[in-house]
């Protein structure tokens, strides 16, 4: 693979108004089943939306983002420990799996899995873009796509043609910022700032910070984008759903 795809890959929010062939699109998740799984026990399932309908429902709860609402495809990828609990019982194994940490395995499962779809199909010329909104709305979307009992929204990928030269790449923090050796390294507040810099400096962040009227692009963050309010909020309604769930 060329590692030129790694440097310089970035999300797609606008796609053309054409479909992907169904051969293309079994073909991108068949191959990604061959991701890293705990056990081998494969805990993560995929609900492909793209019925019209269907998707314009799906996107209302991703609040109508241009990546969501404009997609081909969605794709809802959940922890699943539905169907490995099913044949445990038929086949005479008592499973023990309504727990947070087997949560936690078929989640992994379910996030491991969604990257290897998105690297296949950027590779294949397709546009993705995660769609963080999953969270938010996760009980809602288990609704929408009636998910059963152990079965977990925890990641949603839009897909489609890109749409044109209209994407930017976002920054990143320097490798230094998330190296550490041999043990964790404690920054200094100059330190810390110094390794943001890449950050505060990019001009659309820049922007969101003088069209919020903060004075600081952490402040945009602490009390625009991620508030602790809402924070809490949806860990709330999350834990809660896990619960409804199985997972205890």
């Known amino acids: 693979m060329n590692k030129d795809y790694f440097s310089g890959r970035m999300s797609v929010r606008n796609y053309e108004k054409k479909h992907i062939p169904e051969e293309v699109l079994d073909d991108i998740l068949e191959r990604a089943m061959r991701a890293p799984t705990c056990g081998n026990m494969q805990l993560y399932s995929v609900v492909v939306t793209r019925d019209t309908t269907n998707l314009q429902k799906l996107a209302k709860e991703h609040f109508n983002q ?10 809802t990828i959940c922890a699943d420990f539905n169907r490995f609990t099913a044949w445990c019982n038929a086949s005479d194994a008592k499973p023990g799996y309504n727990n947070f940490h087997s949560f936690i395995m078929a989640l992994t499962d379910a996030v491991i899995y969604t990257q290897q779809i998105v690297t296949i199909a950027e590779t294949e010329g397709l546009g993705t873009c995660y769609l963080g909104t999953v969270n938010y709305n996760a009980r809602e979307i288990s609704e929408l796509l009636e998910l059963p009992e152990l079965v977990v929204p925890v990641a949603s990928i839009s897909l489609g043609y890109p749409a044109g030269d209209n994407c930017e790449q976002c920054e990143r923090l320097p490798l230094s910022a998330i190296r550490h050796n041999e043990k964790y390294r404690n920054d200094t507040e100059e330190e810390i700032l110094e390794l943001f810099k890449s950050k ?16 600081s692009l952490a402040q945009v963050f602490t009390d625009i984008r991620y508030p602790e309010s809402v924070n809490k909020d949806v860990s709330k309604k999350f834990l809660s759903l896990l619960k409804e769930k199985g997972f205890e």
Do not use: M, R, S, Y
């Not at 505060?200 to 969101?208: E, G, H, L, M, T």
């Open 200 to 215: 505060d400096n990019f001009p659309p962040n820049a922007q969101f910070v003088k069209e919020n009227n903060k004075n």
């Open 66 to 75: 241009p990546a969501a609402a404009g997609a081909d495809v969605i794709l």
